[in-house]
């Protein structure tokens, strides 16, 4: 019995070992896929024209490994909206299963159906994402669920 205990610590270690170490190796370019899934967690809405907030959320990254998967994010966003003009802006903070982080500076506008679309652009980052840039699309769809919101995004990205 105690082999067998042995044997099973063992081999979770030895995973352990070898999901950390490929999870530090960052290749100096490449492209980051993600989906999220993400909820408002408050918002202020000053007149009809504007409102801002928070959102926080899951990332999975589209091959269930490597950068951001199973991360978490932090958002703020302001909206401003007058007639057909309907804008956003905000900030994230990405953040990996080590605790390094990627933050993003995103601009957009939505749809009349509530859906989002628009630009990240990379700003930088912490531990081995220390110093990224890059830029890529988002698109967020609309799940009509009290706030609820799935997005993917894909980052060109820059390690110096």
């Known amino acids: 019995m105690q082999t067998i205990i042995f ?50 959320g899951v990332t999975f990254n589209e091959v269930d490994t490597g950068p951001m998967h199973m991360g978490k994010s932090a958002c703020s966003y302001s909206i401003f909206s007058h007639k057909k003009i309907i804008r956003s ?31 990240d652009d990379v700003i930088g980052g912490t531990g081995k994402y220390k110093g990224i840039q890059g830029r890529g699309p988002y698109s967020c769809a609309n799940t009509h669920k009290d706030g609820e919101f799935p997005c993917t995004v894909k980052l060109e990205y820059q390690l110096p």
Not at 29 to 44: A, E
Not at 92 to 116: H, N, P, R, T, V
């Open 7 to 56: 044997k099973w610590v063992a081999s979770f270690a030895l995973i352990s070992v070898g999901n950390c170490v490929a999870a530090t190796t960052l290749p100096s370019s490449g492209t980051i896929n993600l989906q999220s899934i993400n909820k408002g967690t408050s918002m202020v809405k000053y007149n009809q024209e504007y409102m801002h907030g928070t959102i926080t």
């Open 89 to 119: 802006v905000g900030f994230c903070a990405l953040e990996d299963k080590e605790g390094d982080k990627i933050f993003i500076q995103y601009a957009g506008s939505s749809s009349a159906e509530g859906e989002w679309s628009g630009t």
